[in-house]
């Protein structure tokens, strides 16, 4: 978040949409309670699915290349509210780590935290990712079906969400079918929006930032695109 954000140019006076109208498809995952291991609306939460117009458009073209394999890209969320970052940040997160970990310090608490969940801020250089309009969570599933096999829940906050969790020693020392096809899904969406221009953020599969300051120190850019966005859906 130390990273400059070129606030004026020409991205960052681009609109927030939704994806529906580009051919996206998806559920917020926070606005209804089948979402594990949540079983709860999350307080705050929004049914639509929103992106910066750029980022947006780039979602497009991935899809158009996995439709010739009938795949599609499947949406979890997208432009977030600060009340729904707040809420895992400061309450869920912390509390279901002290429960497991609690020989946690404080310290190593907060860096725990971090590494799954930006903290809350709308700050003019230092927005969370996703109140830029340019990060995004989702997978691939085939058309109007199933989900393919990432290996592990959206949302995990452990080692197995790590994006190269099932590369090198982690597959080949214990091979499973399980682990090999997580291990191809998972490079399928990684590459395909690499090559759409996203940045994968490394502690989760899921994950892709297209503009925002993540997205600028995992590319190397020289600022980020898009500072923090107001949206009423």
């Excluded at 998806?26 to 992106?51: C, D, H, M």
């Excluded at 809420?87 to 279901?96: A, G």
């Excluded at 989900?147 to 592990?152: K, R």
Aim: glycine share 6%.
């Amino acid at each position: 978040r130390d990273l400059p954000i070129a606030f004026n140019g020409a991205a960052n006076r681009e609109p927030i949409v939704a994806l529906s109208g580009c051919g996206v498809r998806g559920e917020n995952f926070y606005a209804q309670p089948r979402n594990t291991p949540y079983y709860a609306v999350i307080p705050g939460s929004i049914t639509t699915l929103s992106l910066r117009q750029g980022a947006a458009e780039r979602l497009r073209a991935v899809n158009a290349r996995l439709a010739e394999a009938d795949l599609e890209l499947f949406v979890f969320d997208a432009w977030r509210p600060q009340m729904v970052q707040t809420y895992f940040h400061d309450r869920w997160l912390p509390t279901e780590l002290r429960k497991r970990k609690p020989h946690l310090s404080e310290t190593e608490l907060a860096a725990e935290v971090q590494n799954y969940w930006a903290a809350p801020s709308t700050g003019k250089d230092a927005p969370s990712p996703h109140s830029t309009g340019g990060a995004i969570d989702l997978t691939i599933r085939w058309r109007n079906g199933d989900p393919l096999w990432m290996g592990s829940l959206f949302d995990d906050a452990s080692a197995i969400a790590h994006t190269a969790h099932f590369e090198g020693a982690a597959t080949d020392a214990a091979f499973s079918f399980s682990a090999e096809e997580a291990r191809a899904n998972r490079r399928l969406l990684y590459w395909l929006m690499r090559d759409a221009g996203f940045a994968s953020n490394p502690s989760e599969w899921w994950h892709f930032s297209y503009g925002d300051q993540m997205w600028a120190q995992l590319t190397g850019a020289p600022a980020a695109l898009y500072s923090g966005a107001e949206y009423s859906p």
